[in-house]
């Protein structure tokens, strides 16, 4: 009696995981289907479609986007559990305006999910013009080295808006001098540029970069060096003499330079303090064996701190010529 007992019970055990296992398997995912939109705008839209929960608790959703990968979607929302189709809708908002847009219906229950087929509207107005895209410089790089000079260049697609490039050089990768912005067109591919670097220290390494400018914002050049070529022997060198210039109230002054050696020396020079560049000399050139004034004109910056104090404590380089750039602090002096 006990044994039988016993066998009753464990196959009631069994059954009731079989009557679940049977239940489950008659579970249907949701049937769906994409409809229309409505209520299109410049910013938004209605979409709607149908859902049919096939008797499982439903919930919908749903999903758009500029392509048919979508991106973005609304809250879920309940459908319900019956087992006839009911008409869904939701609005979207944040639109772009004359922009065309994907969506379809998505729904969720117990049995499964469904998406409904891909469908498009267009939102109404105009639409905004594509983000300005920055210039591109590459291909950059040094040629015709010589004692004094070299020349770079490279390759800038201005991205379609109109764009100015120059070049960075220095001793360091802080450069501090730079050729004149030169255009280099509006296209949309790539356009070779160059620049002549001039009044350089023989047997220096110089950092360069080529940059470039467009209403899309600027661009810096990967930093590259080259080394100019030793002087040939017995070459002049520039050297910087005396401490103190003096400046017309026009601007207009002149510091002391001679050419050590038996030719004539080409160099430049440059007026700064505080690290601002006051005046520049680009180009000028000294006897051999002789020395003199170089003139060179302040920029506003420079006459206006001349015109407050009268005598100003400056840092004068003069780059040129063999050897390595010559400088000094001077005194500007203004004389009336």
Known sequence: MKRAMLLVALTAMVAVPATIAASAATLSSPSVTTGGSTMITNTGATVQGTVNPEGQATQYEFQYGTTNGYGQKTALTSAGAGTTA??????????????KYHYRVFATSLGGVATGADATFTTTGTAPPPPAVKPVVSNVTASAVGTDGATVSGSVNPSGLPTN?????????????????????????????????SGLASGQTYHYR?????????????????????????????????????????????????????TSCKGSLTVSRGGATLGSRPVFFVGANDGGVVHVSLNATGQAMLNRAHRLRVNVVVTGGAGQPSSGVLTLVQFQ
């Open 165 to 197: 490039y120059y070049v960075e050089f220095g001793t360091t990768s802080a450069y501090g001098y730079q050729t004149s912005p030169v255009s280099a067109g509006s296209g949309t591919a790539a356009k070779t540029v160059s620049a002549i670097l």
């Open 86 to 99: 009911v008409t869904v809708s939701a609005p979207i908002g944040g639109l772009i305006s004359g922009t």
């Open 210 to 262: 080529v940059d470039a400018v467009s209403s899309a914002g600027t661009v810096l050049g990967v930093d590259a060096t080259f080394k100019t070529n030793p002087p040939p022997p017995g070459a002049s060198r520039l050297a910087l003499f005396g401490r103190t210039g003096f400046v017309s109230p026009s601007g207009v002054g002149g510091v002391l330079v001679g050419c050590i050696g038996q």
